[in-house]
């Protein structure tokens, strides 16, 4: 089983930063994707920025060019730098990984989530 740790949610003003990080317990296949989704209460939980263990991102068209994904393949961590935050930004933030083998899904995880609330 693995286990991902999360760090880094807050309290922030509108216009401010928080960096988001997700570190696996152990060693995982070598292809996977792992990713950041967000959750309000009364709505569905959606996708916020996605990385492949190649380094191909994807974001939810709203984040664009204010969160930028990355990941460190060496530790199983990802990261997410979050800039120019919107009240609308305020979630519970989740760290996924989903490991690969012969294009199916083999392993999906979750992290406990981490508040991110934007306020002033």
């Known amino acids: 089983q693995v286990q991902l740790v999360e760090s880094g949610g807050g309290l922030v003003q509108p216009g401010g930063s928080l960096r988001l990080s997700c570190a696996a317990s152990?060693?995982?296949?070598?292809?996977?994707?792992m990713g950041w989704y967000r959750q309000v209460p009364g709505k569905q939980r959606e996708l916020v920025a996605s990385?492949?263990?190649?380094?191909?991102?994807n974001y939810e068209d709203s984040v664009k060019g204010r969160f930028t994904i990355s990941r460190d393949n060496g530790k199983i961590a990802v990261y997410l730098q979050m800039n120019s935050l919107k009240p609308e930004d305020t979630a519970v933030y989740y760290c996924?990984?989903?490991?690969?083998?012969?294009?199916?899904?083999?392993?999906?995880?979750w992290g406990q989530g981490t508040q991110v609330t934007v306020s002033s």
């Open positions: 996924s990984l989903k490991q690969f083998r012969a294009g199916s899904v083999v392993g999906d995880y």
């Open positions: 152990r060693r995982v296949f070598s292809s996977n994707t």
């Open positions: 990385i492949t263990s190649g380094g191909s991102t």
